[in-house]
């Protein structure tokens, strides 16, 4: 069965660092979403993307943030200058075009910023 | 805009006990509801939805959960749980267009003692 996958599982970096998390989608869906989830609290909502743009980013997707889709089949979540507030797991998820509402999650990624 | 309300942070019961974890949402406008499971160090797996018909659906593992439009509830059930069971269960709500994203509710962690 084809899964979400997400790299590295696990990262540590230093405050003020780049981060880029890496997520392959399902293959032939066009959809995808990050969230994330602060130890102990619940999954929040960063963004979301379709046709190359970005549809819906919540207030917590500032500037530092941003998504790329480089190659047609990774799409990648940046941070540019990590606060300690952003440790938290990032979860990538996608869905099909349409007859399929599920969002399908990746593993997630555990970033701790020190 | 909507949200959704787990009033029960953790649900202690016995092996082979029922169980019931509560969900309310708030929307003004149609929803999909989903029920996803997060087990230890792991990602997040979709565990039933509702869409639309029958407002009683069933996952393969015996958790059950009920629509009810008055109520504004989705209220996951199983008749008989397992030590297997253990894990935090997330209710989530979006809207019916297709990128929406999904509002998570702040989980429940479910634990099964023998």
């Known amino acids: 069965e084809p899964e979400v996958t997400q790299t590295p599982s696990h990262q540590v970096t230093q405050m003020g660092q780049e981060v880029i998390l890496r997520c392959v989608p399902i293959?032939?869906?066009?959809?995808f979403y990050w969230y994330r989830q602060i130890l102990g609290q619940k999954v929040e909502f960063l963004v979301s993307?379709?046709?190359?743009?970005?549809?819906?980013k919540s207030e917590i997707f500032d500037d530092q943030f941003s998504v790329e889709r480089p190659d047609g089949s990774n799409f990648t979540l940046k941070i540019r200058s990590t606060k300690l507030e952003d440790s938290a797991m990032y979860f990538c998820?996608?869905?099909?075009?349409?007859?399929?509402?599920?969002?399908?999650f990746g593993p997630g990624t555990r970033l701790l910023v020190l | 805009a909507q949200s959704v309300t787990q009033l029960d942070s953790q649900v202690p019961v016995f092996e082979e006990a029922p169980v019931e974890l509560r969900c309310n949402y708030s929307?003004?406008?149609?929803?999909?509801l989903f029920w996803y499971v997060q087990y230890p160090n792991q990602g997040l797996q979709l565990l039933l939805k509702?869409?639309?018909?029958?407002?009683l659906v069933e996952s393969i593992n015996g958790f059950e959960a009920e629509f009810n439009k008055s109520q504004t509830s989705f209220h996951l059930r199983k008749p008989s749980v397992h030590i297997s069971d253990t894990a935090e269960y997330f209710c989530?709500?979006?809207?019916?267009?297709?990128?929406?994203?999904?509002?998570f509710g702040t989980g429940t962690r479910l634990q099964v003692f023998p």
């Open positions: 929307s003004s406008v149609s929803v999909y």
């Open positions: 509702y869409l639309s018909g029958s407002t």
């Open positions: 998820a996608s869905r099909p075009l349409a007859g399929e509402e599920t969002q399908y």
């Open positions: 293959s032939n869906h066009l959809y």
């Open positions: 989530a709500v979006s809207g019916t267009y297709n990128t929406d994203k999904l509002i």
């Open positions: 993307f379709y046709n190359n743009e970005i549809s819906e």
